[in-house]
């Protein structure tokens, strides 16, 4: 069972990245999916997340408008489009499986995480 988050890396502020989710040993077209974020010395706070079949989605008011989540059902993949980031963006991008259809805010109700990609915006 395994969430393998790819994509990190450095950039500029103003520039883009998309990160990516791979999801093996589990199933994904059921359930949906998110992505949150750990700055240092900080709790992890949620970023986005999109229901089991794409339609639905939720932002965090901090990237509504500059990131975009998807999931590609052939690839077994979730996204995250990131643009126009910033230096407060930085901090390690966690992906993770809600246990039920929906989209959610709520980190309870995710069971299996990724071990996290860095992503780091320099001014």
């Known amino acids: 069972v395994q969430l393998q988050a790819s994509g990190g890396g450095l950039v500029q502020a103003g520039g883009f990245l998309r990160l990516s989710c791979a999801a093996s040993?589990?199933?994904?077209?059921?359930?949906?999916m998110g992505w949150f974020r750990q700055a240092p010395g900080k709790e992890r706070e949620f970023v986005a997340t999109?229901?089991?079949?794409?339609?639905?989605?939720i932002y965090a008011d901090s990237v509504k408008g500059r990131f975009t989540i998807s999931r590609d059902f052939t690839k077994n993949t979730v996204y995250l489009q990131m643009n126009s980031l910033k230096p407060e963006d930085t901090a390690v991008y966690y992906c993770a499986r809600v246990r039920l259809p929906v989209g959610t805010m709520n980190k309870e109700l995710y069971d299996y995480w990724g071990q996290g990609t860095l992503v780091t915006v320099s001014s």
């Open positions: 999109i229901n089991w079949n794409g339609v639905s989605t």
């Open positions: 040993g589990l199933t994904f077209s059921n359930y949906g």
